[in-house]
């Protein structure tokens, strides 16, 4: 009987882990989604300049908009980390795919180096989104944690 329990009990651990790792992992594909498709309307002229001028506040927005939807569907997965380690794990997310979409842009743009395209994004882009998304993501996450603690829906 209690290796049974035991094995309950494994088994809604890993469920957790799959569940941990598939929002995490589905983030981060997200975000990648969100900058190559900005990245791609901002290189055209025309009706699309308009999104190249606002590029960072549009890209705040996204990233807002995912953290806002991670919370949510953190809520549905029924998750067991705390709001801490769910923020702590956010901004690693931004920050590894922040890291990589840069890379990426040194391979696309040959005369770019990592450092130069790094740092200059870093204050522009990187700073005001990971702000704003992670202040919007500990509001959110927070009050459907309240929600949830008190029975509403």
Known sequence: MAGEAV??????SIVQISRRIAIDLGTALTLAFAGTVLSWACSYNGPLEIVSRYEHMIWALAVSAIATSRAYLERFCVTSLRIRSRIVLWVLIVIIVYVIMCWIDTRINPYDNFITVFSVGLLVFLAPSLLV?????????GSIDRKGRTGQT
């Not at 094995?7 to 809604?12: E, N, V």
């Not at 998304?133 to 996450?141: D, G, K, M």
């Open 7 to 12: 094995k309950i009990q494994m088994k809604l």
């Open 133 to 141: 998304s992670t202040a919007v993501y500990a509001v959110v996450s």
